[in-house]
């Protein structure tokens, strides 16, 4: 099977199957992600992050509901961490999104951490790239937000929408600070619950504090994601943030930066990768020794072996 | 990048708790296994969609209900109408001796009934993942 000419169509079978040669860093992954990178930069982008427990895939679920019923087609990648002590994951986001799995116009798939945050966030973008080349308008990124890598994999998205819920008192103090200044978008899930007044004030005051470069001033929404209220708000202030980014330039900007960021880091790469092959471990190996025993510096041995490999 | 063996742990069928298949699902995580958790009270069609859109190289189905000489091999049908190859199927549950046979040919690798150690379903996909 052609597997690039097929995603281009939409297949989902070929854009399933392109997904896991980008996780698995499978020999045709590279290929596949060149072929598919004239037809990217369609899609647009959104990023959802927010404690666990928030309600994200619910709300994703209904978000792509309410998306659909707009005319978009949507893809979506939620990510689980791994467990830290077997490898493993339960990647359980699908539970809240059954509905939507019928539904010719939408692609889900589920993705763990795996090991390295950092590898994962090139890989959650990769994954982006697969479902924006096969056709899809929309594309929402799951993610927990607790740490900074986390933060990271939302950085992929044009606009990214923070959900808080109310009543979680102080552990949600750090949390906020991490994730507050990635958010275009706020949602305040579980509105149902008591708090929602107190949690709304604390994020004006924060977004007050936070010293923005933009003029654009995070709209604050309220959501019963289960019961589906406060959806179309959303939806809409989504747009709204988007339609800016549009009238700005911003996104251009921003996906620029996204751009840089993303060559730098694959040149790292493969400047590492350069490295271990021209350098070799024992040549490696003497040298720290001979710094270990103070025969030589670091300095002096990163400038030497710099200088073998780039003569 | 190592590659992580991914299961669909899936509950065909309208009956109504989840418990064997959550245990199932933390112990195939717990052995390394990435496992994708879809509910309760999924249709065939559904479960073997979530099979495609999520490339897993195992679907794990659980039953209580009874009505696994017709879900399950409904499933596989459906998954091979859609081109998912090389998958392993395996199904638990109540599930009569009488009825594994036909299950077997039906194209579900292997059926485990309630009370079989959950080593014992690890060890048979790590044998038989294609
Ligand atoms: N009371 C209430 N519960 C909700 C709401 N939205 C989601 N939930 C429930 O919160 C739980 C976690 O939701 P989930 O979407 O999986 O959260 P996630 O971990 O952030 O993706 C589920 O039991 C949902 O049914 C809401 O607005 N109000
Ligand atoms: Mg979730």
Redesign the interface.
Known sequence: MDIVAELLNGS??A???A??AVE??YGDAVEILQKIYPHTGRAYVIGITGPPGAGKSTLTDKLTKEYRSRGKTVGIIAVDP??P????????D??RM?EL??DEGV????M?T??SLG?MSRKTAEAVKVLDAAGKDIIFIETVGVGQSEVDIVKAADTTLVVLVPGLGDDIQAIKAGILEIGDVFAINKADRDGVERLHIEIEMMLDLDQNETEWRPKITRTIASQNQGVVELVDSIEEHAAYMVKTGLIQKRRFARTRNEILTMLDEAIQAYLKKKVANSRFEALTEEVSQRKNDPYSAVKSILAEVLK | ?E??IRVLVAKPGLDGHDRGAKVV??A????????????IR?TP??IA??A????VNVVALSLLSGAHNTLFPRIVEIMKQ???KDVLTIGGGVIPDADIPGLKAAGIAEVFTPGTPTEKIIEFIKANVK
Request: aromatic share 6%.
């Open positions: 989902k079978l854009i399933s199957r997904i896991t698995n860093e791994s467990s002590f077997s490898g493993g994951a339960i990647l359980g699908r539970i059954n799995t019928m692609f889900i798939r589920s763990a795996r090991g590898g | 990048m590659k992580r699902a933390r195939l995580r717990d052995a390394g296994f990435e496992v994708i958790y879809t509910g999924l069609e559904q969609e979530a495609l859109q999520e490339d859609k081109g998912i």
